[in-house]
């Protein structure tokens, strides 16, 4: 008798185990796929840009808080120019005809302007809409971000509608889910250089020299920067910067997925599909910066976790 109860026990505890293990293991295979409900603040609005009318190179995110307003163009595509046009909502016309209030000169793919609320030609509130004329140009040709209208009289542009977000304390909760991607450090610039295996699997691999390099997501999506610094007492320092609104994967808002970094070091050049579980150096990062110290070695394999935040409709209640 005392055997089959010690048995009974035994096999709860084995069942019990086994369900907080499936549980576990659904958390961290699936990080993304929960509903997130959260107070209502302010989050990035992505927006494509379109070359060519149609031709998506990359994005602009515009994102405000109290004080400034945040334009960030984002492209595959080395630009020239980057100029943004502030558009009063009401007649839907340039506040300055003719002249680009805010304009830099690349070469760059990715470019944020900051501009304080309090500096804008016109009174800003919170709940006041913008439209935005984001413009850029990249071998002599024009690309604009937002919703195209389509060419009439011989041209075409583009506008963003925006609404200054007001951060509040408190307010109707707003849903959010997570975009997430899986990313690979390039051996440079170009995506897809060096990689693991030449069919298939789209994960690249780097070869040490102190450099920065880009980081891309879905094959070919820039969404940051990896920097490997000098050797120092045997060891190398890599640091990962995210730009946009990418950030580090988190389960929910707040709080990131365990070891969405993974970095593994080679002494030759590796081959095979990786197991980036496997990967000998792992860390957790929050936000869009963190950096981890690694033994200096001939070449390293970077897995980053990323992704970004975005606004859905949220269920209706029961």
Known sequence: MKRNLLFIVMALVAFTWSCQKDEIADKFQNPIDNLKTAEAVCVPQVFPLFAGQTNNIGTVTVFNDKVNLYVTYQ??????EFALYILDYEPQERLTPGQAPFKNNGPAKNFTFTIPLADLSFDVDCGTTLWLQAKTVSSGETAYGGVITPAGSGSWYGNIEYVICCEP??????????????????????AGEMRYNRRGNWATYVQYTAKTTTLFAGQNIPVGTVNFSEVVDGEVTIT???TGNWIFAEYEMGVAVEDNIKIQDYVSAPSGNPAPGQFAHKATAEGQSF?????ANNFYGVHVDVGYWFEVECPEEE
């Open 291 to 295: 950096n981890i110290t690694v033994p």
């Open 75 to 80: 492209s595959e595509q080395e630009m020239e």
């Open 240 to 242: 990962i910067a995210l």
């Open 169 to 190: 304390n408190g307010g109707a909760p707003k849903c959010y889910e997570f975009n997430g991607e899986t990313a690979w450090a390039a051996n440079g610039n170009v």
